[in-house]
């Protein structure tokens, strides 16, 4: 058993502790994955509208570069293609949302708009097809950015969400069950001795014998003081003897309504008691056969369910 559940102060206020933090745990998470929500919606829309861009960009390049490939040769065109130098204008980054690192493309066209072929021995289709796959160039960057964002944020959410419900199906639950129990075994705990005493000596009838002994020796009537007094001693003896009475009898019949019960915990069957039996234990019951009788007075068997 866990120590943790044992029913005292010290246990109820760490689980108070504990369902407090669970419960901020779950709310943060749940704002989490709002926020994160709202990102990936916004990274859809951007998506759409990127493709949508990039189709038409992409239909507009190949037609010019069909257009030079008639009007240049197909193999001039691609030996001023061979002839363009190595670009290093992308650079990966990464930024984070709400712990979520997300990889940011960043594109850095060349500031020299001079292209790296001759004017005389060109067609302008040509221009139109590399300022068109320049383009297509900016607007992949842009779509890996979102859509890799777009993904990463999805598996984030998903995991939030499973946290989220664990928090709030399991966590949560099971820390509101223990600090119910732990409290309501704290109230049915004995009281001490000195506040029972002190309890013994408060009431009506009490305040009335303790009033009359105080006038008594203001007076000066000592014997009648005397004789209060050890009245007011045996009415506390007798109401402490029927409260203890009713104690043992209390704690007799919890015992018996209360069995243990011997149930399969971490692959073995272990004894415990049944006050801590959850749905889904599988325990072991042996069924006694014990004599009786019916309502017509007849002599009969029943079986009993016993806890083994």
């Known amino acids: ?36 929500l709202r990102e990936l919606m916004g990274l859809i829309d951007q998506a759409k509208a990127i493709q949508s861009e990039i189709d038409s960009t992409f239909t507009a390049a190949y037609k010019a570069l069909q257009k030079a490939n008639i009007e240049m040769g197909i193999h001039y065109v691609e030996e001023i293609a061979g002839s363009l130098p190595v670009t290093d204008d992308i ?13 940011l493309v960043e594109y850095t066209p060349s500031k020299d708009e001079k292209p ?23 607007l992949t960057a842009n779509l890996a950015t979102v859509e890799t964002s777009a993904y990463r944020l ?3 959410i998903k995991k939030t969400q499973k946290r989220a419900n664990a928090l709030k199906n399991i966590t949560i639950p099971s820390y509101q069950a223990l600090v119910k129990d732990i409290s309501n075994a704290l109230e049915e705990k004995e009281e001490s001795f000195t506040h029972k005493l002190v309890h013994a000596f408060m009431g009506p009838i009490e305040y ?18 005397i004789i209060i007094m050890l009245l007011l001693i045996f009415n506390v ?48 019951i042996r069924l006694r056969l014990t004599p009786g009788y019916t309502k017509n007075g007849l002599e009969a068997c029943f079986f009993q369910p016993v806890f083994d």
């Open 116 to 138: 790296p072929y001759s004017f005389y021995s060109t067609s302008d289709s040509l221009d139109e097809a590399r300022i068109a796959f320049e383009r297509v160039k900016e």
């Open 237 to 284: 003896t007798i109401d402490l003897w029927q409260s203890q009475k009713a104690s043992s009898a209390l704690v007799a019949l919890k015992k018996g309504i209360a069995p243990q019960a011997n149930a399969l915990r971490d692959g073995k069957y272990q004894t415990i008691d049944a006050a801590t039996l959850v749905p889904g234990d599988i325990i072991k």
């Open 91 to 103: 650079r990966i980054k990464a930024r984070s949302i709400m712990g979520t690192e997300i990889p």
């Open 154 to 156: 999805a598996e984030s």
């Open 208 to 225: 009335m014998i303790e009033a009359a002994a105080i006038i008594s020796a203001i007076i000066g009537h000592w014997d009648d003081f």
């Open 1 to 36: 058993m866990n120590p943790n559940t044992f029913p005292t102060k010290g246990n109820l206020i760490l689980a108070k502790n504990s369902l407090a933090l669970a419960t901020q745990g779950y709310g943060l998470m749940d704002k989490k994955r709002n926020i994160l």
